[in-house]
């Protein structure tokens, strides 16, 4: 079975601060792992992926996220917040070995940036 | 540009009618899914679909069905709704297999009442 956590309901920063936003995630096999955003009364927005290979991932807006498989995860980073970022960021998981299973997501973590 | 359309993008409805959520996408992707959003649970997945006339059901599908008539269209029908199903409601498709992202529409928020 697969699944992804995100352990902070809510984060906090101040605007041109670096900012994090924690996942972890549970795959038998290999994981493929997403990043989107949903700004209010919007869908969701893909950022980003970690397939294979550099575990450094960029995406859209500037943000990046780091793959670490030894710590099962896949935090999202920025260097320096902007208040447009404030928004609900989720974090997905599929794992390689499940074919064309669905995504599954986290919960969610709402990221207010304070100006 | 391709896209995915959701409609009605707000309904009320009463306890006990069937209501029907259209979601169409251009994108002539073979995967359907239709998630739900509600506050401390994230999306839960309902139904989804890999192609015409291939459904199955999700982690929540209670009082739900969908059928696949075509490539472009998934329809959510609540068979008879519940106060419970009230939530935002979110079609997704994708194309092929692993890695490929799944694109969401804009969503539908119904209140049962």
């Known amino acids: 079975a697969q699944s992804v956590a995100q352990p902070e309901d809510q984060v906090n920063v101040a605007e041109g601060n670096p900012l994090t936003v924690k996942c972890t995630y549970s795959v038998s096999g290999n994981p493929y792992l997403f990043w989107y955003v949903q700004y209010p009364n919007r869908g969701l927005q893909f950022l980003l992926k970690y397939i294979t290979g550099d575990n450094l991932v960029k995406g859209s807006y500037g943000f990046e996220a780091e793959f670490n498989k030894s710590q099962t995860s896949f935090h999202l980073k920025k260097p320096s917040a902007l208040v447009s970022d404030s928004a609900l960021y989720f974090c997905a998981v599929r794992d390689f070995f499940s074919g064309n299973t669905p995504l599954v997501f986290g919960k969610g973590t709402r990221l207010s940036v304070i100006a | 540009d391709a896209e995915i359309t959701q409609s009605p993008r707000h309904k009320i409805t009463e306890t006990g009618r069937q209501v029907t959520l259209a979601c169409h996408q251009t994108?002539?992707?073979?995967?359907m899914f239709w998630y739900r959003q509600d506050l401390g649970h994230g999306l839960r997945l309902i139904h989804y679909s890999y192609g015409v006339q291939d459904t199955n059901k999700g982690e929540v599908s209670d009082g739900y069905s969908v059928s696949r008539s075509n490539t472009e269209d998934l329809p959510l029908t609540l068979e008879s709704a519940a106060s419970s199903q009230t939530s935002v409601y979110f079609c997704?498709?994708?194309?092929?297999?692993?890695?490929?992202?799944?694109?969401f529409g804009p969503g539908t928020r119904l209140l049962v009442l």
């Open positions: 994108w002539n992707h073979n995967n």
């Open positions: 997704a498709s994708s194309e092929g297999r692993g890695a490929e992202t799944q694109y």
